[in-house]
């Protein structure tokens, strides 16, 4: 058998990094013009929810946009990281849920507020992992495993609390949901700072570049030698830290823990994922496209709010923006095949 030179196994790899930034470049433009839109469209939604109320405008409800898009934009950053590398994660709900009950109960037993927000933030990392590796070692679809671990998780929360909510009365634990930084509330600033991270670390290290590479043709990267297994492992735990964080700041804000917060919010953090540009398929997106859409699925949320439509068309508008987000991700990679 003829032996392969590690000059032989580092060409190919190098022509990888040149591919996948021909790719990243080829697809600005297309990414720049799906920005432009969502602007267009989120000027649209304010400029058409501040004629029919004179209440959206306010700077109370700005704020209140702010904080909710921070919580599920902060989980959707997460979520990205993952989807770019060809993955997938649905248990994002249940780790908010989790790690905001982990968090309370060990506020409420005492514990220092810094180490019980570490610990919640630790078992997001946890999840994560033990995601990461079902689907990388044991080749599991990340469907099929983050369903079953979000069930799981779920399911532990209910059985753990008995189903009662728990309170927090810690006001330092309260003011990371409440607090303002020179009259910006703490959540948003949270939420640009995760982003400013993971935009460097996507566009500006090998990190970045082999998540891309890995999504777009992990077959390729795994024959150019890349250890495909431990970076999309690392996506997961990611993941799980964002989805963890996220959950903590929705306690602070709710000032309560219960066994069903967050139900149903992967449906809108995959959708503003989805709808940023993020493709299913693995190998392209843009965390900027996520926080965009989730501005724009916010905005949509509160205005629909204040305007008293009922709740249960809530549910069915983010069903039809989701699907059209992803009708959308079909016309532009092909579909299913």
């Given at each position: 058998?003829?032996e ?65 898009a ?7 950053a ?27 109960a ?16 630790s ?30 998780i ?39 700072i995760v ?12 990190f ?25 492992l690392i996506t ?27 139900l149903?919010?992967e ?8 709808l940023g ?17 989730m ?14 439509f ?16 992803v ?11």
């Open positions: 058998m003829k392969i030179t590690r000059d032989q196994v580092a060409k190919p790899l190098a022509n990888e990094e040149v591919i996948v930034e021909g790719r990243v470049k080829s697809i600005l433009w297309r990414l720049n013009f799906r920005d432009f839109a969502m602007i267009v469209i989120l000027v649209g939604l304010s400029i058409f929810f501040t004629v029919q109320s004179p209440h959206f405008f306010k700077m109370g409800n700005l704020l209140d946009i702010a904080r909710s921070a919580i599920n934009g902060i989980v959707a997460g979520e990205t990281v993952v989807l770019i590398s060809g993955g997938f994660d649905l248990s994002i709900s249940s780790v908010m849920a989790a790690s905001g009950s982990i968090t309370a060990l506020i409420h037993a005492h514990v220092s507020t810094y180490l019980a927000v570490f610990v919640g933030l078992f997001g990392a946890m999840v994560g992992f033990i995601n990461g590796i079902i689907i990388t070692k044991m080749r599991i679809n990340p469907l099929i495993t983050t369903l079953a671990t979000m069930a799981i779920r399911g532990t929360c209910y059985v753990a609390s008995n189903g009662l909510s728990i309170g927090i009365g810690d006001e330092t634990f309260r003011s990371f949901g409440f607090g303002k930084i020179y009259g910006i509330p703490k959540p948003a600033i949270m939420l640009i982003y400013a991270i993971l935009y460097i670390l996507l566009h500006y290290t090998q970045g570049r082999y998540v891309y590479a890995i999504g777009g043709n992990a077959n390729s990267c795994r024959l150019c030698g890349l250890n495909i297994d431990r970076w999309r997961y735990i990611l993941c799980g830290i964002c989805s963890a964080f996220g959950g903590i700041l929705l306690t602070a804000l709710v000032g309560t823990a219960i066994p069903t917060a967050a149903g919010s449906l809108v953090v995959i959708s503003a994922v989805i540009g993020t493709s299913l398929a693995g190998g392209e997106g843009s965390v900027m496209g996520t926080l965009l859409a501005a724009l699925l916010s905005t949509l949320t509160n205005g629909m709010t204040i305007l008293s009922p709740v249960y068309w809530h549910q069915i508008i983010r069903g039809f923006i989701l699907l059209l987000a009708l959308i991700d079909a016309a532009r990679t092909g579909g299913y095949k």
